[in-house]
């Protein structure tokens, strides 16, 4: 026999409980109203919300008022974030990372856009779609991970190792594209001519002693423009990607009401309300951002700087695997070519340089890692501790971090537990891309 009331006692009861959370939470302050898909209000700067007065929903029954959970939701983060000890995080870990309002890091990214990536042929809706992962609504068009794999090196694609096959056989519905240096710069033509990123990444190939930092932008800007995953030659793939993450814990926020929202959104009887997805299993909820960490000296006692790291906490950045437009890469992107503006103008100073040590600073690890903790902190309030000693992958919003080895498996084959899913040889990882590779699998497409 069925009983009605059993059956929608659990949402009722959740619904309830949301309620009384809203009235005792310091829920009091100046109602507002619910914000748009490309609001990124800050609670310090109140003139940039961008908010559409939408109302309140009624569920059931109970008038639940949106805009004071979207607020109260935006405070709690806001707080998290600002106890940020940046002293220790710089001095014991390494980080280079200051507390920014969501407001601010919107801006930075906009002016990092404007001025690279402006053109009289570019695409304004880029950033819009960048913006909208700062949005605590989430979006109603579904972002999916393109299925394509991107790498490039400075050997012919002949020669790339055995293993690096394995990407193919392991994910069989998947493009594998080698791209070399001739078509990294008609790519990029194709997409935003005349811009200063073009203009960066000519000079670095012409200058010809910058392949690596070359190399470590291209990864980002494919992911940031196309989406995919990126992958250094010398991997191989232990594990078919559609099962990274798969046993993934969710991280679980100070504020009840970060978790609850989706759930609040799903059961609004406002159908002709286009925002917000009437039903959970319409939000396509895959991360948007798949990274594991390379190094965790909190968790191993280690000492990171001895190891050569140069991060305490490093992510790593042979593979990633992104949704088109993350927020993560345009400000790595950004954090580079300002690092590119600034060695030109050292060299025409003849200033010295000091190669490895700043590229790890410039384009790679330790900037990349900053980037991932940066966008951890400000959108979602999580504390680079807060990803030490994890023994299963851990989703925090939109982005999914792996434990320590998932992308440095023991072997270039072979099962060897749910979270090893990636190998790494040990050939450099910072190998700048050749123009003398004809590609025979597939050429990168805009």
Not at 260 to 285: M, T
Request: include cysteine; hydrophobic fraction near 35%; glycine fraction near 6%.
């Amino acid at each position: 026999m069925s009983y009605p009331f059993i059956r929608y006692s659990k949402p009722l009861v959740l619904i309830f409980l949301l309620t009384v959370i809203c009235i005792l939470l310091p829920s009091l302050y100046k109602s507002r109203s619910i914000s748009s898909m490309n609001d990124v209000c800050s609670i310090e700067d109140t003139n940039s919300c961008l908010d559409e007065d939408t109302g309140d929903l009624a569920l059931h029954g109970i008038q639940i008022d949106l805009s004071r959970i979207v607020y109260n939701i935006r405070k709690s983060i806001r707080d998290s974030a600002k106890s940020y000890d940046e002293d220790h995080y710089t001095k014991d870990l390494g980080f280079k990372i200051k507390y920014q309002s969501l407001s601010e890091y919107q801006q930075h990214l906009q002016s990092t856009y404007n001025h690279y990536f402006t053109s009289s042929k570019s695409n304004t809706d880029l950033f819009n779609g960048i913006a909208s992962y700062l949005s605590i609504i989430p979006s109603s068009s579904a972002k999916f991970l393109p299925k394509n794999v991107y790498t490039t090196s400075l050997e012919d694609s002949n020669a790339l190792p055995d293993q690096f096959n394995s990407w193919t056989s392991n994910n069989e519905d998947w493009n594998i594209r080698f791209v070399n240096d001739d078509e990294i710069d008609s790519w990029l033509n194709g997409i935003i001519p005349f811009s200063k990123l073009v203009e960066a990444m000519k000079w670095l190939k012409d200058d010809g002693r910058w392949g690596v930092v070359r190399s470590d932008l291209f990864r980002y800007l494919v992911l940031l423009l196309d989406g995919g995953v990126y992958t250094d030659t010398d991997t191989a793939c232990i594990r078919p990607i559609s099962q990274w993450g798969s046993n993934a814990l969710n991280f679980h926020f100070n504020n009840p009401l970060i978790e609850a929202l989706p759930q609040l959104l799903s059961l609004s009887k406002d159908n002709e309300n286009s925002k917000y997805p009437n039903e959970l299993e319409n939000i396509e909820d895959s991360p948007s951002l798949i990274i594991a960490l390379e190094n965790d000296s909190p968790a191993s006692g280690s000492d990171w700087k001895a190891d050569t790291f140069v991060r305490g906490l490093q992510v790593v950045q042979w593979t990633i695997a992104a949704k088109k437009g993350h927020p993560i890469l345009l400000d790595v992107i950004g954090h580079a070519l300002n690092k590119v503006e600034e060695l030109r103008k050292a060299q025409e100073g003849d200033v010295e340089v000091n190669d490895e040590q700043e590229i790890l600073e410039w384009s790679g690890p330790g900037a990349f890692t900053d980037a991932v903790f940066r966008y951890l902190l400000i959108r979602y309030g999580f504390h680079p501790n807060q990803a030490s000693g994890l023994d299963r992958p851990l989703r925090i919003g939109d982005v999914l971090i792996m434990p320590v080895h998932s992308f440095r498996a023991d072997a270039s084959e072979g099962y060897q537990g749910d979270n090893q899913v990636v190998w790494h040889g040990n050939k450099l990882n910072h190998a700048g891309p050749s123009d003398s590779a004809n590609d025979k699998r597939s050429d990168i497409s805009p």
